[in-house]
């Protein structure tokens, strides 16, 4: 093997490794293995280089910085997606509140809009990279004003969350869902300033923990934001399994626990805005200049890698695929919740989970690590299409092992069953999808290429779901029983059936009519569009090369 083959790459350009760039050139025959004796004096200066080399590893191993001389850095990173991941975990708890409340679908639609940040925030983030105050910080231009900005909804959510929610007309769901977008984009850009902190953060060495601290942190802040909350926020819980003498209220109520993570939010930004020095030296390890690339720059490479007639195709197929798949993603849990299971409970099952939703990802890369990984995409999409229907029956199935008690052990482990079929085929298609994205990226410009079509395979998913709910009521059938003359098609007509002593009684739910044609809009897909997605894998790499990179 020849030397050359033995250095590394960053960035497509080619790191000699140390002590080598001073051999004459000449030298290479003695590494290409001829067997002639070299003259004396090639003899004591390649030894003194190999010495010389020798004692510079030496003095770079005892500088490197370990993960010991890093775990304050590594201990903050971890604590910031852990703040990230709390107003995500509550933007998640608050659609099963709202259907404990029986807010309209079309209402749950709208709230909707409020997981739409995390998958768009590429078109801002050329701004949070490109403008800050050099003297404050990079990073910290946008990381204090932001972390700030979310402490201070939190504590105004506090105040006003019980009126929003328990109004005499119901649920105030236009502010509810303007106040956690607002958390959702603020959260949004607080990830994009983290992730280019933790670059410069930690060394080269360690910079690898940054990933583990993102997946890691995100998900405790999740954890505790939606599954948490429910919990201890559960009268029915709290009493079951955490109290001795009952109570009409959980352990912590909403705006209890928005009212100290608020505090937290402020506390802790304070301190990383006084003491926390974004370019502070690191013993061993030079700080290297970041690259800035310009806003309008980035936002041509954008257009001109959209305008590829490959990734047009391939975006487009995205933006699509998972029509089939949105009434089972978006409507199922809430039904669940509308058919009286508790949502603390459905919450809670998201704990055994856990360890699958880790060791799936690392057995499906061994499928999808060959040159057509999205071989697995297409095999794994009719599954998941049938796993939607099965939620439909499941939720058909719900009231009738209803008990006095709530509901019976077996029905938890179906329903566990049932998620766990979910995540399989769902992470089946994602591996796929991601492995794919980092096979016909261009290298040259791989970051902005893979960040482009993440954006839209999460847009793909986003659409459909906000258009399943919205769906739901205009395509359920209800009739007004008891009261002679009156229907039940809107909400002012309900209203008055109820008032002439009838009761509205479903004759039809849009769910199990969505839930259908869902399935057949995806087998449609799977047949016509799901053989194009394949025949992507046979275009050559230059296919999917930017121009701009050539």
Known sequence: MEPSDLTTRRNGRQRRVAGVSTLPEHTGSVDRGETSSPEPEMEEEADGLIRSSDS????????????????????????????????????????????????????????????????????????????????????????????????????????????????????NVLTLTAVFFMLAFLAATQDIAVDGWALTMLSRENVGYAST???????????????????????????????????????????????????????????????KRENAPVRGRRNVPEETQGVMETYRLLFSIVKMPTVFTFCSLLLTAKIGFSAADAVTGLKLVEAGVPKEQLALLAVPMVPLQILLPVIISRYTAGPR??????KAFPFRLLIGLEYALLVWWTPSVKQEGGFPLYYYAIVFFSYALHQVALYSMYVACMAFHAKVSDPLIGGTYMTLLNTVTNLGGNWPSTVALWMVDPLTSKECQGAVGQSCSTALEAGLCVKEGGVCV??????????????????????????KIRRLQDQSPAAWRCRVSQ
């Open 56 to 171: 510079e590893d030496r003095r770079r191993q005892r500088v490197r910085p370990g993960i010991r001389a890093e775990l304050g850095n590594i201990s903050l990173l971890l604590f910031l997606y852990v703040l990230q991941g709390i107003p995500l975990g509550l933007a998640g708890s608050i659609p099963l509140i709202l259907q404990s409340k029986n807010v309209s679908y079309r209402d749950q639609a709208f709230f909707s809009f409020v997981f739409w940040p995390f998958s768009l925030k590429l078109f801002w983030a050329p701004l949070v990279d490109a403008l800050y105050f050099s003297r404050f910080g990079r990073r910290k231009s946008w990381l204090v004003p932001t972390q700030y900005l979310l402490g201070l909804f939190m504590l105004y959510l506090s105040v006003t969350v019980n009126s929003l929610l328990q109004s005499d007309k119901g649920p």
């Open 213 to 275: 601290c993102n997946s890691v942190g995100q998900t405790a802040g999740y954890f505790l934001g939606n599954v948490l909350f429910l919990a201890l926020e559960s009268p029915e819980f709290c009493n079951k399994y955490l109290r001795l003498v009952a109570k009409d209220t959980g352990i912590v109520t909403l705006p209890d626990f928005l009212f100290f993570w608020g505090i937290m939010f402020l506390v802790s930004t304070t301190l990383v805005a006084i003491f």
């Open 373 to 378: 990984p999205l071989d697995v995409f297409y």
């Open 506 to 531: 479903t004759t039809l739910d849009g769910y199990y009519v969505e839930s259908v044609v869902c399935a057949v809009i995806g087998l449609l897909w799977w047949l016509w569009l799901g053989k």
